[in-house]
């Protein structure tokens, strides 16, 4: 599985952007694509996925009522729609394929089998 991801740039506290992830190749039943980013200095940390074949959808707390992440299966592109971004949603952000472990509708454990290249979101104050 090859994964590009794009859309990153800079914009300013409470403005929006959309982040793509193309996906190619194979991939299971199982397959979650999920957002990452990481901050300078700081953890990768997890945003919120995707699964590919029921369509189930999973936000870390950060990004709840702010974030939404889809997809087109036609396209085989996931989207991170990004609304209201705050300074602190800067970072590089790489989306990945791999498994999760979901209890009760939180993701408690991932494990990410193909990564692609980041694309960086700069958020000013």
């Known amino acids: 599985v090859q994964l590009q991801a794009s859309g990153g740039g800079l914009v300013q506290a409470g403005g929006s952007l959309r982040l793509s992830c193309a996906a ?70 790489y989306c990945a394929a791999g498994w999760l472990a979901v209890v009760l509708g939180t993701v408690k454990s991932y494990n990410m089998n193909y990564w692609g290249k980041g694309t960086l979101v700069t958020v000013s104050s």
């Open 24 to 93: 190619s190749g194979r991939t299971s039943s199982n397959t979650a694509i999920t957002w990452f980013r990481q901050a300078p200095g700081e953890e990768r940390e997890f945003v919120a996925a995707l699964n590919w074949s029921g369509g189930s959808t999973y936000y870390a707390d950060s990004a709840k009522g702010r974030f939404t992440i889809s997809r087109d299966v036609a396209k085989s592109t996931v989207y991170l729609q990004m609304d209201n971004l705050k300074p602190e949603d800067t970072g590089v952000y």
